[in-house]
């Protein structure tokens, strides 16, 4: 299993028991937090002896995670014991996302050559709003080697609108009127 299912398979167990427990949005700041965490740090943390009450999977949490739900800190030395804690931050983010789901939200990443501004962000949610009748989370990425424009990807659907991708389209079609001049003479 790639470490991609690994974390979709974490992050869906997680939500069945965030669901069963009735805190969906606790479990997606506490898994943020420690995903955030030096890994380290949250070695010590799930093998430290004599820490508060065990996680309903029987893992001893640990004093350092105090402020954290048992079952939240279970699920980290969980994946401590498997030697899977590098895929936490992994299993944060498909935790989102299935939440998002949940909520009736959908993903789409947005490329662009410069972060975007809270009323570009609105403005383009809106807009896929309108579109598809759906709401939309965007996924911010900057990349610079596009030069300016937009690049979003919904799904297996990916829209080009950036600088490089017209220049590249310009480059093609004075290539190909090139070539069409070469054989024609």
């Known amino acids: 299993m790639t470490s991609l299912g690994i974390a979709e398979f974490y992050a869906r167990r997680a939500f069945e028991l965030a669901a069963d427990a009735m805190q969906l949005e606790r479990w997606r ?10 890994e380290e740090d949250l ?7 004599g820490g508060r009450d065990q996680s309903a999977s029987g893992i001893p949490a640990g004093e350092c995670f105090a402020d954290v739900l048992a079952d939240v800190a279970g699920l980290v030395c969980l994946l401590v014991r498997h030697g ?19 909520y009736g939200l959908r993903h789409a990443e947005v490329v662009t050559a410069i972060p975007l501004d809270a ?3 609105r ?11 759906a709401k939309y989370v965007l ?18 659907t990916v829209i080009d609108r ?24």
Not at 84 to 102: F, I, P, Q, T
Not at 123 to 133: A, F, H, V
């Open 84 to 102: 899977r804690l590098s895929v936490l931050g992994d299993v944060a983010r498909e935790y989102s996302r299935l939440l998002d789901k949940h």
């Open 123 to 133: 403005l383009i949610e809106d807009s896929l709003q309108q579109t598809t009748g």
């Open 43 to 49: 070695l010590r943390c799930c093998n430290s002896v």
């Open 162 to 185: 950036s600088v490089r991708a017209r220049l590249q389209s310009l480059r093609d079609a004075v290539l190909d009127g090139h070539d069409a001049g070469a054989t024609a003479g």
């Open 139 to 156: 996924d911010a990425r900057v990349d610079s080697t596009i030069i300016g424009g937009v690049v979003l990807k919904i799904g297996d």
């Open 29 to 38: 700041r506490e898994l943020d937090v420690l995903a955030e965490r030096p």
């Open 119 to 121: 009323e570009t962000r």
